[in-house]
């Protein structure tokens, strides 16, 4: 069974970076992918971006394009999520998200797509 664990997180100022990164435990073997979401109060959970481990084909949620770097080490089983030039709507709970398998293509940002989550780390950008 793969476990996520998640960090990184914290208060910043608008204009400000942040990484976060998540280790996935447990033995698994073959192509997954990795991804982001958020989620603010009240709303619902939103993909920022995600990973192929295979071909590193890589997805951005549009307002973070430019902004937010998504990578992964494949030999230590971290993706890294390097988020630049932080506005206050960055804010919220940051997941981390697995599943086994190739890329999704535009499914990528379906949550139902993964089937391991971690615990959340809570980013906050204040103007």
């Known amino acids: 069974q793969v476990h996520l664990s998640e960090s990184g997180g914290g208060s910043v100022q608008a204009g400000g970076s942040l990484t976060l990164s998540c280790v996935a435990s447990g033995y698994f073997y073959g192509a997954y992918q990795m991804a982001w979401f958020r989620q603010a109060s009240g709303t619902d959970r939103e993909g920022v971006g995600s990973i192929d481990s295979d071909d590193g084909t890589i997805y951005y949620e549009e307002t973070v394009k430019g902004r937010f770097t998504i990578s992964l080490d494949h030999a230590k089983k971290t993706s890294f999520l390097q988020m630049n030039s932080l506005k206050p709507e960055d804010s919220g709970m940051y997941y981390c998200?697995?599943?086994?398998?190739?890329?999704?293509?535009?499914?990528?940002?379906?949550?139902?797509?993964?089937?391991?989550w971690g615990q959340g780390t809570q980013v906050t950008v204040s103007s």
């Open positions: 998200a697995f599943t086994m398998g190739g890329t999704r293509g535009q499914r990528w940002s379906n949550p139902y797509e993964y089937n391991t």
